[in-house]
């Protein structure tokens, strides 16, 4: 009796424990988050979750990015049509130095005043050629008045016809005297003038002035030297108003590379900054050991920041094309991936792999992997990582 009702129990109570285990399944399957919220890539943040105000996410933009970029090493060098190199026109003592090294001139500002006996030579020169001028002004006067008075004479038949033409050649000569001494005084006067002396002055000091504006950049003279060799350079001036860049670029690119094209230059005095310039020229000859070709260009520095030997980089892009560019900071690198959170609804994020290409000024290229349109995060991708 007691073995029936145990059965029966137990057949009473089987069917109310599979109804209780298939409820509690039911609730579970329910109370479970969507597909999409368990992989892992995705990660789903409520709306009034206080991370999404910590969240910015900005869509990308699509750029010129190079197709293809040399980079080379570069140095700053004086652009050599704006040097001029100070050398003394005549031998003589140095009185005086007017400027210092580092100094800025002004075009015909005076460098140094020099005492040559040359100087006394030019004006003596100069005054010893009026002299020859006004004796044969005099002689002129004569030999055109002794050919008037032989002509009357002549035509009185007072005198022969070989008379005349002796007078005639002796005014023609005259007259050449004339000339010759006039081209010499014209001679003296221009020297004077380009020394920088007045005509009529003994003992005067010859000046030097600076033939362009710019900075002293050499100063090989002092006061008390004598100088006679004219060739040699005393002040140096450079103009760094523009300034060069020479980069050496290999061999097997150089055909991308053509005058007139604009180029970036990163110099290491200026971290994160980038200057522009335009391609000169292109060196003639290849250097045979490194197998590179010397590239010029020139960069503006009227504010006076680029000093020549200063060393950096130079980018020069080949054609462009159009690809997604992001903010370097929604960039993500993990476990040799790179990555970036893309937003695909308000509050919802799936964590991609990218290609990275070229950098473009701040931003960053990419080739693969992201669409211009998209929205990535650039700001507080920690939370989202924290979260995944």
Not at 21 to 37: I, K, M, T
Not at 87 to 94: N, T, Y
Not at 99 to 113: E, H, S
């Amino acid at each position: 009796m007691i073995h029936r009702r145990t059965l029966f129990s137990l057949g009473v109570l089987f069917p109310a424990f599979l109804s209780l285990s298939c409820g509690s399944r039911n609730a579970v399957v329910e109370s479970a988050p969507p597909a999409a919220a368990s992989d892992p890539a995705r990660i789903v943040l409520p709306a009034d979750s206080p991370q999404l105000t910590k969240i910015r996410v900005e869509t990308v933009s699509a750029a010129d990015v190079p197709a293809k970029e040399i980079v080379a090493p570069g140095k700053i060098e004086s652009n050599p049509n704006r040097i001029a190199h100070v050398v003394l026109p005549v031998a003589g003592r140095v009185a005086s130095v007017l400027v210092k090294v580092g100094d800025f001139v002004q075009q015909g500002a005076p460098l140094l005043r020099l005492e040559s006996p040359d100087v006394d030579a030019a004006v003596s020169t100069y005054l010893q050629g009026q002299g020859s001028v006004a004796q044969a002004t005099a002689a002129l006067r004569k030999a055109n008045a002794d050919l008037e008075r032989i002509r009357d004479l002549y035509e009185h038949s007072a005198i022969a016809r070989k008379e005349v033409l002796n007078a005639e050649i002796a005014a023609a000569q005259a007259q050449s005297v004339l000339d010759q001494a006039t081209a010499s005084v014209q001679q003296s006067q221009r020297r004077l003038q380009i020394l920088g002396l007045t005509p009529d002055k003994f003992a005067q000091q010859l000046t030097l002035s600076a033939p362009l504006s710019g900075r002293i950049t050499e100063l090989t003279v002092a006061p008390g030297e004598f100088r006679n060799d004219l060739s040699a350079s005393l002040i140096t001036i450079a103009d760094l108003s523009s300034v060069w860049i020479a980069a050496d670029v290999p061999e097997s690119e150089i055909r991308f590379v053509h005058p007139g094209e604009r180029i970036e230059i990163e110099l290491t005095a200026f971290p994160g900054e980038t200057f522009h310039g335009r391609i000169l020229r292109l060196a003639d000859m290849v250097d045979p050991q490194a197998r590179t070709i010397r590239v010029r260009a020139e960069l503006d520095n009227t504010q006076g920041r680029l000093r020549p030997e200063m060393f950096g980089r130079v980018r020069h892009a080949g054609g462009t094309q159009q690809l997604p560019v992001v903010d370097e900071s929604a960039v993500l690198r993990r476990d040799a991936k790179t990555l970036v959170y893309v937003e695909e609804s308000p509050g919802r994020f799936v964590e991609r792999e990218v290609t990275l290409g070229l950098r473009v000024g701040r931003k960053l290229s990419v080739t693969s992997g992201l669409q211009a349109g998209e929205r990535v995060v650039v700001e507080g991708s920690i939370y989202l990582r924290n979260g995944s």
